[in-house]
């Protein structure tokens, strides 16, 4: 009985929870690189604003988000009207979708793009079509073709979803080439870039899209608390938009979709700046420690500007997962992203980072 689109559908994969793995394997001793969450916790200030804001949890929250909208405003230097809140940007993905998608309309995205795209725009019932990636010879290998996502685009189109930079892979595209691509799509074509790393990027060409707002309608920007922040647990994220595009996206939102605790935790994260440079730090030296195992072991790897990175160790990944998991180090298999070889590894603290490393060695020997 349900849906075409829905039956076509296969539910998202997540990371496996720590807790699962101790009940499956027996395990304990548990390091999680799975899901891109930071291994240094979120800012004191938002967990103690985050308490704080218990003592009203018998209330709904405020449904219009005000203080943390005031707050986003400011920071991005945007018009409040101009904010979506969401239940994670993952929400947001799906008000996109809800907004602008239906049957007989498609969606574009890459071959290697974030599940969540193909899956907001099926259960619409609309089409998902798919451009391939680079191949090495005109960019990045598993990169954004934009040449090739410009080519899907036809009538039927509505929205083209790209993630700067991609997840799973890491890649990224620059300022000059992104703006070129937004430019040249047809107006009735809703643009989303997804900069759920945003934060961790360090790149100069990397674009600030919050600049771009005021010459595109089209443009939704998302961004999330989840990985930087690392509020992953309370779910709280953001579009930045056109207001009349946050208008049509407020209509199809649930009207307490932001709980009360994400909005007062948000809100504190946002000002601990120092909190997030450490994070950013970390990340930096983690990814040079990752990459240089990595060429120790001989493995080739997909150069990242987030805060993961998919390792090509040249054999199924799925089965050096289930290796992984045996001796209590969680990572991400992502043959489901058309990367069956490689599997996609968190940056975490250094120790973290090199329990794994010497896992993966042990396992591959
Ligand atoms: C993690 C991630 C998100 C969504 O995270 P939320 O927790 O829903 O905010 C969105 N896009 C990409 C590319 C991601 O990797």
Not at 113 to 122: G, R
Not at 210 to 218: F, I, K, Q, V
Request: charged fraction near 20%; hydrophobic fraction near 45%; aromatic fraction near 8%.
């Amino acid at each position: 009985m349900a849906a075409p689109g829905v039956r076509a559908l296969t539910a998202y994969a997540p990371g496996k929870p720590i807790a699962e793995l101790e009940r499956e394997y027996g395990v304990s001793n548990i390091i999680k690189l799975a899901s891109n969450e930071n291994p240094l916790g979120p800012s004191p200030h938002a967990l103690e604003a985050a308490r704080a804001s218990l003592a009203d949890i018998a209330l709904y929250p405020d449904g219009a988000g005000f203080e943390l909208k005031a707050a986003l405003a400011r920071k991005h230097d945007i018009a409040a009207n101009g904010i979506t809140l969401g239940n994670g940007s993952n929400d947001v993905l799906d008000l996109v979708a809800r907004a602008f998608l239906m049957p007989g309309s498609e969606a574009v995205y890459d071959e290697h793009a974030f599940a969540v795209y193909p899956i907001a725009t099926q259960a619409v019932g609309a089409t998902g079509r798919v451009a391939k990636a680079h191949d090495g010879m005109r960019g990045p290998r598993y990169g954004h073709d934009l040449a090739a996502l410009r080519a899907a685009v036809n009538a039927n189109t509505r929205v083209v979803f790209i993630a700067n930079p991609n997840n799973p892979t890491g890649t990224w595209l620059p300022s000059t080439q992104l703006e070129a691509f937004i430019r040249a799509l047809p107006e009735q074509v809703i643009v989303v870039v997804d900069e759920a790393y945003f934060e961790y990027v360090e790149e100069s060409d990397y674009p600030d899209t919050t600049r771009w707002l005021a010459h595109y309608p089209n443009l939704i920007v998302t961004r999330t608390f989840s990985k930087a922040y690392a509020l992953a647990g309370l779910r709280a994220g953001y579009a930045l938009s056109h207001p009349a595009v946050a208008d049509l996206l407020n209509r199809v939102r649930q009207p307490f979709n932001l709980n009360s605790v994400a909005q007062a935790a948000a809100r504190a994260a946002l000002d601990d700046t120092a909190h997030l440079a450490a994070a950013v730090q970390v990340n930096r030296e983690g990814m040079r420690q990752m990459t240089g195992a990595c060429a120790e072991l001989g493995l080739d790897y997909i150069p990242s500007v987030g805060n993961f990175i998919c390792i090509d160790v040249g054999r199924p990944g799925a089965a050096v997962y289930e290796d992984l998991l045996r001796v209590g180090v969680i990572v991400r298999p992502v043959a489901n992203y058309g990367l069956p070889n490689h599997l996609r590894v968190t940056i975490g603290t250094a120790v973290q980072n090199a329990r794994f490393i010497e896992a993966l060695t042990r396992v591959l020997d």
